[in-house]
Every structure is written in structure tokens, then in C-alpha cells.
């Protein structure tokens, strides 16, 4: 089977990172054709400066890595320095990124990629707000019937808000984003909070990073240090979720997940539960079906995957 060729779209963020690194650690099922970077846990200029520093740090200085939008389609940018940190990647010291940022804006790169390739053969993989995205369909419709797959991180439905009561952090700061990108039409696989709460960072899997003696595991296990505090003061949990890195994980071995096929719809008139992601998991709407929303996930065999795979690097 040949690689599945994907543009990542992201806000580093400590998961992000990962994420983009258990990515190119894996060519024989990932070929990344571009990373697109977003204002999200960060501004944009930190987000881009983020994605080249990862990519370096993977040793793979040649990753194409875009700027995108620096802001929600139609709201101020909410940012998560209180998560992240004030460089979005706190925890260990990283070096200054050397390789060059692309000249072109991310959502021309995902509209002319999606334009060139044959139909079907590319996915988007999202891990922050889903603004290029949207951005990208709204100028070109044309590229909806082109995507193979969005996999995206963002939502939750019985795990309930993490930035607000009610809304997870990716789908609050671009609401109208996340509405265009749930409508229009291409097939979306859905990690929410209610599968990556449970993907925990615990202490034997952050010392099994850090024994890896490497400068990626090093580097992950420090930022999952840093991580991690926000996530455990408040959910009182073993360790931090690492949410991105559902995205990639499923892209090598889906069946570490199980959800259900079914409509999810955002809130984006009340401010009470503004980004919030309606899933009709009992399907009771009647509403057609536009996303697989995962619900579980085999925790043991994730981090197996990602222990072998940063190995690597
Ligand atoms: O709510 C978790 C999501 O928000 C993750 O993608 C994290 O990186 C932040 O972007
Ligand atoms: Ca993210």
C-alpha cells in the first residue's frame, strides 16, 4: 500500500508537535506534502515558527511548511499561552529554526495541492482551528470533492468543553470555520476530547520518551512535562492528553479507535455554547451523518505505536 500523502494544518502546541513528529517518523504509511500553519494555541508567527522547529528537530529540514491565516474567519483570535506557554512550546530548550519558511500563503498551498493531485488522493489532517481550511473551501468549493479524507482534532460530546463548558478549544476559536469544514461534504473522521482524554501521558509512558536518550525524546518528554500541569490541575489527570497525536496515530493503525458514523453540527449563534459540537451520538436528529466521531481508543497500543515510532528519529 502505497504512503497516504497529507497536509498537516496546525497551531504548535506541545501536541502538535508530536503529532507532526510521529508523522514523519512514519513514510511508509505518511508521505506529508506540506505543513500549514494557523493562529491558534499561539499567534501565526509563532505557530510557522513552531512547525519548522519540529521539522528540524525530526531532522527533516526539507518539510515544506507554510504560513496560513493569523486570525478566525469572523472573530478576534483566542490563543491558549496558559496551556502552551508563551513560544507555544515550552518545556525544552529548542533550537532557532534555519530552514526557510514557503513563500506561498498555506491555503493556496491546500487548494493548488488538492487541484493538482488526482481526486481523492490527498487528506487534510487539521489539529488546530479549522480556519485554512475553511478559508480553502470558501475560495475554492471546487476542492471539497477532491479531499480523500479530513482527520481532524477538535470537538467532544460526553467529555464535554475544555475551554469553555461546552466547546473544546479548535472549534471555539473558529466556530464559522468549523460549521463551513463539518458542511461541505468530504468525508471527516473526528478525534474529540471524549477519545483523548484517555490518551494520558502517564508518568511510565513520558519516562519511556525521556529513556529514549534522543534529542526527540528528550524534547517530547519536556514538553509533555509542561503540558501536562494545566491538564492535571484541573482534571486531576495522571498526565496530559496528547491530543494531536490521535490524528496521526489513526492514519498508521485505525483500529486503535472505534466511534460511530453519525451528524455533528456547531453551535455558532449562542454565546453560551458557542463552538460547541452538537454530536447526534444516539442518533435521535434525524439529521444526516457527515462525520466518524470517535469515542474510545486503545491507549496501550497508541502509545506503543508512538514510543516505537519517535524512537526512530
Ligand atoms: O483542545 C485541544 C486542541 O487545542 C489541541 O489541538 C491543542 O493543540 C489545541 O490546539
Ligand atoms: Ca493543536
Redesign the pocket.
Known amino acids: 500500500m502505497p504512503p497516504r500523502k497529507i497536509i498537516i494544518d496546525t497551531?504548535p502546541?506541545q501536541?502538535?508537535a508530536v503529532a507532526i513528529l510521529l508523522a514523519l517518523a512514519s513514510p511508509e504509511e505518511i508521505e506529508v506534502l506540506g505543513i500549514t500553519a494557523v493562529a491558534?494555541?499561539v499567534p501565526l508567527t509563532l505557530t510557522e515558527r513552531n512547525a519548522r522547529i519540529v521539522c528540524e528537530l525530526a531532522g527533516k529540514p526539507d518539510t515544506k511548511v507554510f504560513a496560513g491565516c493569523d486570525a478566525p474567519i469572523a472573530r478576534k483570535l483566542i490563543t491558549?499561552e496558559h496551556v502552551?506557554g508563551k513560544t507555544g512550546l515550552d518545556g525544552p530548550t529548542l533550537r532557532d529554526p534555519t530552514m526557510p519558511l514557503q513563500d506561498r500563503h498555506g491555503v493556496d498551498f491546500i487548494i493548488d495541492t488538492l487541484r493538482r493531485a488526482p481526486a481523492g488522493t490527498v487528506t487534510l489532517c487539521p489539529?488546530?482551528p479549522l480556519t485554512n481550511i475553511a478559508t480553502a473551501l470558501d475560495r475554492a468549493p471546487d476542492i471539497a470533492s477532491r479531499i480523500q479524507e479530513i482527520v481532524l482534532?477538535?470537538g467532544a460530546y460526553f467529555e464535554v468543553g475544555?475551554?469553555t463548558p461546552a466547546a473544546?478549544?479548535?472549534i471555539h476559536v473558529d466556530p464559522e470555520a468549523a460549521r463551513m469544514v463539518f458542511a461541505c461534504g468530504a468525508p471527516i473522521t473526528v478525534m474529540p476530547?471524549d477519545v483523548?482524554h484517555k490518551a494520558l501521558v502517564t508518568a511510565p509512558r513520558n519516562d519511556a520518551f525521556r529513556a529514549m536518550g534522543s534529542p526527540v525524546g528528550v524534547a517530547v518528554a519536556e514538553m509533555t512535562d509542561f503540558f501536562e500541569r494545566f491538564d492535571k490541575e484541573k482534571y486531576g489527570n495522571a498526565g496530559a492528553p496528547l491530543?494531536?497525536p490521535c490524528v496521526t496515530a489513526y492514519l498508521i493503525q485505525p483500529e486503535l479507535f472505534t466511534g460511530r458514523h453519525i451528524n455533528v453540527e456547531i453551535e455558532t449563534q449562542s454565546e453560551l455554547t458557542l463552538g460547541m459540537t452538537v454530536a447526534d451520538w444516539w442518533r435521535v436528529s434525524g439529521r444526516a451523518p457527515n462525520a466518524m466521531f470517535m469515542g474510545d481508543i486503545d491507549a496501550d497500543g497508541f502509545f506503543e505505536l508512538l514510543t516505537n515510532r519517535l524512537s526512530r528519529l
Open positions: 497551531d502546541g501536541d502538535d491558534g494555541n491558549a502552551h489539529l488546530g482534532m477538535g475544555n475551554i473544546e478549544f479548535n476530547l483523548t491530543h494531536d
